[in-house]
């Protein structure tokens, strides 16, 4: 009705356009009460002069599109009110990166500064500008898909903020006209991802790199993660154990059900097992590990973390730190044994030599003597092998014929390996000399055939030979440790159980032996092999299982000469003197026998049982004395506590001590200084002889 209005008012100033139409939308009421809209296209309607004499007009319902542009503008306002008040970042550009449009979230970001018209690589690191270019630069070409990544976008105050984008493309008629971008910030979950990565980091390598060996159980008992350490002590890769193998596996079959007890005690009681225990291990290779386990829960899963330390190698040393307590204390009683003994042979050597002199060579009682006394010096020797046991005797290398010192020992090796089995000896012919202590030789052949009767058994053989040899650069190419030159051969063979190349390849280290529990100590052909090494030679050992054995021992030839003959020769007088002795020994027997063992000699002997006696001969004795001799380890005072005493009442007198135990253990315990003038028991009169004038003079 407003547009006839019009018309009509134009029409009286004569305005009017005859061809004018006018488009109306109004709303009427249905007769069935309900609402409707039409559209009405209206022109005037002109007499033949031309003149508006009325309206005409054409409608149509147009309700449901009117319906439609109305629900339209509203979801249009519905978006924009969702699009202000969204905590995400909405925000359109062109393709120039300029900002058409940015909901109120980003005043959030740039201190309510109107980001409009602004270019999106004003608020993002330089160093993504060119990621973000080339980005554009395909949205611009066309995609089909929403993109969906991570950006870094730097407000104009503060530290960059990390977002998580959805990119779609905005196109007109078809064509690409900018982006949208949806932004959530995502900067506090990153850090915390971050965080969290850095801690799993820092975990994965605490669980990769410490020393023991480590593993993550699942409840069913599948290795679900295993580090290097325990790869190389199960044999297996990671990727073999990993998901694949259960723990059980590598448990001894005699403690898993000690741990699967364990392990159900600590899925329904925590706390009712132990977290930490010892147990068996058996790797790829069937070899056996005392382990040590300590078992961890973690919260929240069924899973648990196993750490392992291999605990092999300290029960070893424990076992041989057993071995060599119980062998120091067998040493000390050895040690004790022998110091005794040796007083005892004192008096039988003593006392025989001072019977030989004053019997005729000729009569018979001369030989039974002299057998006793060849007994005698035996048995001294045989002491000496005791201490050199107890105490490592200080070694005194002697140039020697190796048949010689052999031959002197198969009685005592024969009686060593018992008389069923059968000790051959095939001595080399002009054999070299070579430059060994004796005792150590004794100790090779004492070590080699009492290995060679256990390997033997009940029945068998055992050979000792001896030979010339040279070794020349193409053999010493097999042996690194042979060089090339003249050597004395030693060789002891049997035809025992031999042995495989695995044992046989551990025999020369210190405490390994295949021996049962007591029964051995692997002390001994590791003692062989240092005996060799310390005088310039080397060992050689073939054996097999079941074909014997034979260990060569290559000892440095002496000298360019061939051995000599051996001469029993008529041993010089022992030189006496007539010096004034002062003897201090506890032990009566052997202070009577080396009085008289030096009244022969013809010194003047003051003869002293403790130190009272002793203190009280040097006070009050007229004459002068000369030499102290005294026995070292006695009641109340050793023998060098009591000589500072007499040396300070009689400054110029010579001191020789006397002991059955070796000088280098009487320094070691600090009783004597290393150097100082000393002699063991037993001795001879020609040894005591030798001494004293040593001393003296």
Request: proline share 4%; aromatic share 6%; charged share 25%.
């Amino acid at each position: 009705m407003e547009a006839l209005a019009r018309e009509l008012e134009l029409e009286k100033q004569g305005n009017a356009d005859p061809d004018r139409t006018a488009t109306l939308v109004l709303e009427y009421c249905h007769k069935d009460g309900s609402t409707r809209w039409m559209e009405t296209i209206m022109s005037g309607l002109r007499d033949d002069r031309g003149k508006l004499i009325g309206l005409h007009g054409v409608s149509r319902d147009v309700t449901q599109q009117k319906q439609a542009q109305d629900a339209l503008q509203r979801s249009e306002q519905q978006y924009r009110q969702l699009a202000e008040t969204a905590h995400d970042l909405i925000i359109t550009v062109d393709l120039d990166f300029k900002i058409t449009y940015a909901n109120k979230a980003i005043f959030h970001y740039t201190e309510n500064v109107d980001v409009v018209g602004r270019s999106l690589l004003d608020f993002t690191p330089p160093h993504l500008h060119a990621v973000q270019k080339a980005m554009m630069q395909k949205r611009r070409e066309g995609f089909g898909e929403m993109l969906a990544f991570e950006w870094e976008i730097r407000p104009p105050a503060g530290p960059a903020l990390t977002f998580d984008i959805r990119a779609s493309l905005i196109t007109e008629e078809g064509r690409p006209a900018g982006v949208l971008f949806i932004a959530r910030d995502i900067t506090e979950r990153k850090k915390a991802q971050d965080a969290l990565r850095a801690s799993e980091e820092r975990y994965r390598t605490i669980f990769e790199n410490t020393a023991t060996a480590n593993m993550i159980l699942a409840e069913d008992t599948t290795i679900l993660m295993a580090n290097d350490n325990f790869a190389g002590l199960s044999g297996f890769t990671k990727k073999e154990l990993e998901g694949k193998l259960s723990w059980t596996v590598f448990v001894h079959p005699e403690d898993l059900e000690r741990m699967k007890d364990y392990h159900r005690k600590r899925r329904m009681r925590p706390g009712s097992a132990p977290p930490s225990y010892e147990f068996r291990f058996i790797n790829r290779n069937g070899d056996v590990k005392e382990l040590f386990i300590s078992v961890a829960m973690i919260p929240e899963t069924h899973d648990s973390i196993v750490s392992l330390v291999d605990l092999t190698e300290r029960k070893q040393l424990e076992t041989q730190l057993v071995q060599a307590q119980k062998m120091e204390a067998v040493g000390r009683l050895a040690g004790g044994v022998a110091h005794d003994f040796n007083n005892m042979l004192s008096v039988i050597i003593g006392n025989t030599e001072m019977a030989l002199r004053k019997v005729n060579p000729s009569e018979p009682m001369h030989k039974l003597l002299r057998d006793i006394l060849s007994a005698g010096v035996r048995s001294a020797d045989l002491t000496r092998q005791l201490l050199a046991f107890a105490r490592r005797q200080t070694v005194v290398p002697k140039v020697l014929d190796l048949n010689d010192t052999i031959s002197g020992t198969l009685k005592m090796l024969q009686r060593l390996i018992g008389e069923n089995i059968d000790l051959g000896w095939h001595p080399g012919h002009a054999l070299w000399k070579v430059k060994i202590d004796p005792s150590q030789v004794d100790q090779i052949l004492a070590n080699l055939t009492v290995n060679a009767r256990d390997a033997v058994g009940k029945t068998g053989w055992i050979k000792i030979e001896t030979t010339n040899t040279i070794c020349d650069e193409d053999y010493c190419l097999e042996l690194p440790e042979c060089l090339p030159g003249d050597y004395v051969m030693l060789a002891v063979s049997d035809n025992g159980c031999g042995m495989d190349k695995e044992t046989l390849s551990k025999i020369f280290e210190p405490f390994f032996t295949t021996k049962k529990e007591g029964q051995g100590t692997g002390l001994g052909l590791a003692t062989v092999y240092g005996i060799v090494k310390q005088n310039g030679g080397f060992v050689n050992v073939e054996s097999e299982s079941g074909q014997g054995a034979i260990f060569r021992i290559y000892l440095p030839r002496h000298g360019d000469g061939q051995a000599e003959a051996y001469e029993d020769t008529e041993e010089p007088e022992a030189q006496g003197g007539a010096e004034t002795v002062l003897i201090v020994e506890d032990e009566e027997t052997v202070l009577k026998l080396s009085k008289a063992m030096l009244e022969v000699l013809g010194y003047t002997v003051l003869a002293a049982n403790g130190k009272d006696q002793a203190l009280d001969i040097v006070r009050n004795y007229g004459g002068k004395i000369d030499l102290l001799l005294t026995d070292v380890v006695m009641p109340d005072l050793n023998g060098k506590e009591l000589a500072d005493r007499i040396l300070k009442i009689k400054p110029e007198l010579k001191c020789l001590y006397m002991s059955g135990y070796t000088a280098d253990i009487i320094a070691r315990q600090g009783i004597l200084e290393e150097g100082v003038k000393f002699i063991s028991k037993p001795f001879s009169v020609r040894d005591l002889a030798t001494k004293v004038r040593e001393v003296l003079e």
